[in-house]
């Protein structure tokens, strides 16, 4: 079938008043040959063991916000299917990771987060120094002191990108800038380290954790599952790129209809159903165009960057890009780090399995917001946790995006019961829409088969 004329994301570029960064300009094309996917990978235990083994152990994770840690002594506990890892920020102010398990008989040195002079464990008191050298323990004429001595709490990798903490447990594997691709020079300029945490919302589904994270590198859904956007979600007008096997991205444009319902719309009512009422009216006022001159995305930028004066400079306003103040620009590190770019309140996501559970999982999502840089950082917010049967709505702080992610968190469980009832076992995917998903399954797969 013939795909219909309609702007693309870079024509939409074309319209902007400002230089375009190039983070934006580039237009990948991708080409990831359009295999079928197999249903074992969402519902196979054994699949999911081997991800336990061969993924989990080899790829970089985000454990958390560096602000978790900012004092010596400050640690914070990250866990992720059978693993634990105990991030601590030592005397000298270094972030170390470790393996959070005692090296006595095994119990979990520290859970959650919190501050200690030393990592001491609850059981029987054997203790460690902040940096991981073992320190003390009861009744110490009872082992060889040569080995007590040389009893160091082993280390993962850790690094910081963008604000976040991120760990891996390989301490053989690429260093995360090398990994992450051109991550961090397309962030450079919308710098998430900048950036307070102005809600987390921690929610378990009863889906693989995989099947959480890929509808949210597609917007094919949208038309079918989120008609309330449609008139300010170009998502048919969506870029989609990767970036060697562990980055990819979408770039979906909003403030325009999409498309295929444009006609419905008008330029008003695309506009305020970002802005909220009166939006057009204070569009006109802000650039002195007028209301048949004026774009949605131009009238929708200029209000944003009017917001963004609160913690923007002038000069730094005045480069902004109407993309900058309202795209979906959302980007995947494999395999479940998925930060936004762009000005605006970045969302960010992460996917995990609830502890061994192949069906279940945790889906975080975060929103950094910015403040001006002469005032200190406001606190991060404190984390909202909402269980297997609690509504996204429930948490109020999230606004109009709590009935957005109940219709997406509504689909999960029954992707996850479709998957396992398939006769088929297996799935199609949209050759361009959906080429992310088998982006990341070929990705997948490298590690999967990877020989020890
Ligand atoms: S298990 Fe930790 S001190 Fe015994
Ligand atoms: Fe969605």
């Given at each position: 079938m013939n795909k219909p004329e309609f702007l693309s994301y870079q024509d939409l570029l074309g319209q902007e008043a400002v230089a375009v960064p190039a983070a934006l300009k580039i237009d990948t094309r991708p080409e990831v040959a359009n295999q079928i996917i197999a249903t074992d990978v969402w519902t196979d235990p054994a699949l999911f063991e081997r991800e336990v083994d061969r993924l989990w152990t080899k790829v970089w994770q985000m454990a958390c916000r560096e602000t978790a840690l900012s004092k010596p002594g400050d640690y914070y506990v990250y866990d992720i299917a059978r693993y634990s890892v105990l991030l601590v920020r030592t005397d000298k102010g270094e972030l170390k990771g470790f393996?959070?398990?005692?090296?006595?008989?095994?119990?979990?040195?520290?859970?959650?987060k919190g501050s200690s002079r030393e990592l001491r464990c609850p059981y029987h008191g054997f203790c460690w120094h902040l940096d991981g050298r073992f320190k003390e323990a009861y009744c110490d004429w009872?082992?060889?002191?040569?080995?007590?001595?040389?009893l160091s709490l082993p280390e993962v990798q850790v690094t910081t990108w963008g604000g976040w903490i991120m760990v891996n447990l390989d301490l053989e594997a690429p260093a995360f800038k090398d990994y992450s691709s051109v991550l961090s020079e397309h962030f450079t300029r919308w710098a998430p380290e900048r950036r307070y945490v102005s809600l987390h919302v921690e929610k378990k589904i009863r889906c693989n954790w995989k099947i959480a994270m890929e509808a949210f590198i597609e917007s094919y859904h949208a038309i079918q599952t989120h008609p309330q956007i449609l008139s300010f979600t170009g998502g048919d007008n969506s870029q989609y790129d990767t970036f060697g096997e562990h980055l990819s991205r979408t770039i979906t444009a909003q403030g325009i209809p999409n498309p295929g319902q444009a006609d419905r719309f008008s330029v008003q009512e695309s506009v305020e159903a970002m802005t909220g009422p009166g939006g057009f009216e204070l569009a006109l006022t802000l650039t002195g165009l007028t209301a048949d001159e004026i774009t949605s995305r131009q009238a929708i930028g200029a209000v944003r960057r009017a917001e963004f004066a609160d913690f923007m400079d002038s000069d730094q306003l005045a480069t902004v890009t109407d993309a900058e103040t309202m795209d979906s620009i959302l980007y995947l590190v494999f395999p479940n780090f998925a930060p936004w770019g762009g000005f605006q309140s970045q969302i960010t996501y992460r996917y995990r399995p609830d502890g061994m559970n192949p069906d279940r999982c945790i889906m975080d999502i975060y929103l950094l917001d910015g403040y001006p840089s002469d005032q200190p950082r406001p606190p991060d917010a404190k984390t909202?946790?909402?269980d297997y049967d609690q509504k996204y709505a429930e948490a109020e702080e999230l606004g109009m995006l709590g009935a957005l992610f109940d219709q997406d968190a509504n689909n999960l469980p029954e992707v996850q019961k479709g998957l396992m009832a398939s006769k088929t076992r297996k799935v199609l995917t949209?050759?361009?829409?959906?080429?992310?998903?088998?982006?990341?399954?070929?990705?997948l797969a490298r590690y999967l088969q990877a020989e020890d």
């Open positions: 393996h959070n398990s005692c090296l006595h008989r095994g119990r979990a040195l520290k859970s959650g009872e082992f060889d002191e040569a080995d007590l001595a040389e909202i946790r909402l949209a050759s361009y829409q959906e080429l992310r998903i088998r982006h990341f399954h070929e990705t």
